[in-house]
């Protein structure tokens, strides 16, 4: 299973933006679902967006529509959230997440999903 590693969390003024990305340990650009997903304290953990293999399509949560961009690093092997007009709302604990392609059908939304995690990277938006 490949191995995942966040960084690029902080704190930042409502408004402001963040770039997170995630570092694989092995080709993913093709072979893996991949996803970002956040938790608040107290909730559950969530959907932020998910790209398809080969950057095919992605899918984006509701509430980060046209705010968030979801892509593969340059190297094909990890994942950018590129996170703009950030709100208080959008503080958590973001985790990038991967799904091996051809496993059949899955429930993209459904954390139990992907077989691989991130540790974890924090970002804390104030008002």
């Known amino acids: 299973q490949v191995q995942l590693v966040e960084s690029g969390g902080g704190s930042v003024q409502a408004g402001g933006s963040l770039k997170l990305s995630c570092a694989a340990s092995?080709?993913?650009?093709?072979?893996?679902?991949m996803a970002w997903f956040r938790q608040a304290p107290g909730k559950e953990r969530e959907l932020v967006a998910m790209?398809?293999?080969?950057?095919?399509?992605?899918t984006y949560s509701e509430s980060v529509k046209g705010r968030f961009t979801i892509s593969r690093n340059k190297d094909r092997e990890g994942l950018n959230l590129q996170m703009n007009s950030l709100k208080p709302e959008d503080t958590g604990t973001y985790y990038c997440?991967?799904?091996?392609?051809?496993?059949?059908?899955?429930?993209?939304?459904?954390?139990?999903?992907?077989?691989?995690w991130g540790q974890g990277t924090q970002v804390t938006v104030s008002s």
């Open positions: 997440a991967a799904r091996r392609y051809g496993r059949g059908f899955f429930d993209e939304w459904n954390p139990t999903s992907y077989g691989a």
């Open positions: 092995a080709p993913t650009y093709s072979t893996y679902f």
């Open positions: 790209i398809y293999p080969s950057n095919t399509l992605a």
